[in-house]
């Protein structure tokens, strides 16, 4: 440490940002443009302002746990994904104060700083207003590439790395997420602004002894909670207080607070859940005295008016049956593998895409068994059934064949709407039930995704054939962190064993692969946005099926798959 900085007793983040100050003060910059735009540029959001600048303000700045997309709720009103910054507005009283939310899903403490968003949301601040910071989610993600570049240095050291940003093509000093928080009460405080620092929402995820998990110690809650106390700001720990609420809810409940559109859905609450953790927040900063006590509305004038859907026709398509060629084995005397799925699994070259189902036969020895891919695109596990499409695989299903089941991409959305296009199952393994009446007048008895699954393993089992389930290959844009279809890989898990059938899953082995070969390489794999693969991209998903094949207990295909030097042509 320096003399001046130990004589001064000036903390490394408030030197920093005096610093900067400096350099700007010496250097004056224009404000960048007044639309924000998320990190991949497809979404253009424009951020509130105070409504009344002669008031106080408290202004919010965080991620899209805090304020989600365009702060919408895609339009499916309190199952869509909202952020805790929005239903937090009931509970201030708007005559008093302004409340700003200015989160941008999908920024990092780092990027909030970097794209501009906290230069111009500072130029609203005022003496007397109140900061609430929250960020961690995203600051796990990688320093520099070429999609997102928003990682932060673990901890909340003083260490730095400089880069040439892949994405920008510009050099840049990246720090710690510590340090960025410092910033953010340094800014504040030079201005005469209360930063609070508000922990990261927990995640939907329970360990093995029923406990939420939690961020805390060495996590990005406990280096937040670190910053806070050395920096002398309140500090809310959200990712414990609302993972008590959720120890104290239970899961079942805890998963009502999670979009059932998206059921495996980890980080984004749905309206409910959104409303608790804005609740935690308002009980917190009461407790604190971290606002005025007449910034808030009295408690039984609260007027908390839910988000009303706005229905969207799902764009997902449905393949018109007629065009597609019905499969049948090539030899009755062989064994069969049949394949059972969606348009991940089949895709007939329809703009480019093509499913795994439609390049895996090279992998297999065709003199020993045959490949009948019975896949469909636009199909869920519900329709599948409905539609008649596993009674003909049933007819042509005997004794020592083999059937791969992968479905879940169509299983989403609500039941009961038309958008949906009437092929979403129910969520779970269970045998709860939901009536989904008909324009004729009839109405149809949805199951649970587990419940059809377990029909086609006990068919399938009825028959002498080898089962084996897989979960869905995963998108583009959901590989990179965590994982995608969590909830129906477990689902699909907990019925093939339960059944007698085996499991693979497919999602992390493909997302192994895809971390591997780079995020560049897999781009180049789809067909569109986020979901349909190429040939290429087919291919290697291909190969993860086999992969996943020949890892099954007992390698019940070895005697059917081809050699290394077969599959290859």
């Not at 909340?156 to 953010?184: F, M």
């Not at 995608?484 to 999602?507: H, K, M, N, P, Y």
């Amino acid at each position: 440490m320096t003399l001046s900085r130990q004589l001064c007793g000036i903390s490394a983040g408030l030197l920093a940002s005096l610093t900067w100050l400096c350099a700007q003060a010496q250097a004056p910059q224009p404000l960048p443009p007044a639309v924000n735009t998320d990190p991949l540029g497809a979404l253009k959001i424009v951020l509130p302002e105070p409504a009344n600048p002669a008031l106080p303000t408290v202004l919010l700045i965080g991620d899209s746990t805090v304020r989600n997309g365009r702060d919408d709720g895609q339009n499916l009103g309190v199952e869509g994904q909202w952020g805790w910054g929005t239903p937090i507005a009931a509970y201030f009283d708007a005559s008093k104060v302004n409340l700003v939310n200015r989160a941008i899903g999908g920024l990092s403490s780092r990027t909030y700083i970097s794209g501009g968003h906290w230069q111009r949301s500072r130029a609203l601040l005022k003496r007397g207003d109140t900061l609430l910071i929250q960020f961690g989610h995203n600051d796990s993600s990688a320093i520099n590439d070429a999609s997102r570049a928003r990682g932060t240095i673990k901890g909340i050291g003083e260490e730095s790395q400089d880069i040439v940003n892949e994405l920008t093509k510009q050099a840049e000093t990246v720090h710690s997420y510590g340090w960025y928080l410092r910033s953010y009460i340094n800014e504040a405080k030079a201005l005469g602004v209360k930063p609070v620092i508000v922990s990261p929402v927990p995640r939907k995820r329970w360990d093995e002894s029923g406990k939420v998990g939690r961020s805390s110690g060495n996590g990005y809650a406990g280096w937040a909670a670190e910053v806070a106390k050395q920096e002398g700001v309140p500090f809310i720990d959200l990712n414990e207080l609302v993972a008590q609420r959720y120890e104290a809810l239970g899961r079942e409940a805890v998963m009502k607070l999670f979009p059932q559109v998206t059921p495996d859905e980890s980080v984004h609450t749905n309206w409910a859940g959104a409303l608790l953790n804005a609740q935690v927040v308002v009980a917190t900063l009461q407790q604190l005295k971290a606002v005025p006590a007449e910034y808030f509305v009295a408690a039984d004038k609260v007027k908390l008016i839910p988000p009303v859907a706005k229905p969207k026709e799902d764009d997902r398509p449905v393949v018109d049956a007629a065009r597609v060629a019905k499969e049948a084995p090539v030899n009755a005397q062989l064994p069969s593998l049949f394949i059972v799925g969606d348009s991940t699994v089949k895709s007939g070259g329809q703009n480019g895409a093509y499913g795994w189902g439609e390049r895996i036969a090279p992998f297999f020895d065709s003199n020993k068994i045959n490949i009948v891919n019975h896949a469909i695109g636009g199909r869920s596990s519900r329709t599948f059934l409905t539609e008649g499409r596993w009674d003909a695989v049933m007819a042509q299903l005997k004794a020592g064949d083999f059937v791969l089941i992968q479905f879940g991409h169509n299983d989403g959305g609500r039941i009961g709407d038309p958008a949906m296009k009437r092929r979403a199952s129910g969520p779970g393994i269970g045998p709860e039930t939901v009536d989904d009446p008909k324009p004729d007048g009839t109405s149809e008895l949805v199951h649970s995704f587990g419940w059809y699954m377990a029909r086609y393993i006990a068919d399938a089992r009825a028959k002498g054939a080898t089962v084996v389930v897989l979960s869905p290959i995963p998108h583009k844009d959901k590989w990179q962190q965590g994982r995608d279809f969590e909830s129906f890989a477990q689902w699909g898990e907990q019925v093939a064993r339960a059944g007698g059938a085996q499991f693979i899953d497919l999602t992390m082995l493909v997302t192994a692969g895809y971390k591997t070969i780079g995020e560049e390489k897999v781009n180049s794999f789809f067909s569109d946005a986020r979901t349909h693969t190429n040939e290429a991209g087919a291919r290697f998903n291909a190969e993860r099926v086999v992969e996943g094949l020949r890892a099954l207990p007992g390698n019940p295909f070895a005697a059917y798959l081809a050699g290394a030097a077969n599959a290859a042509r």
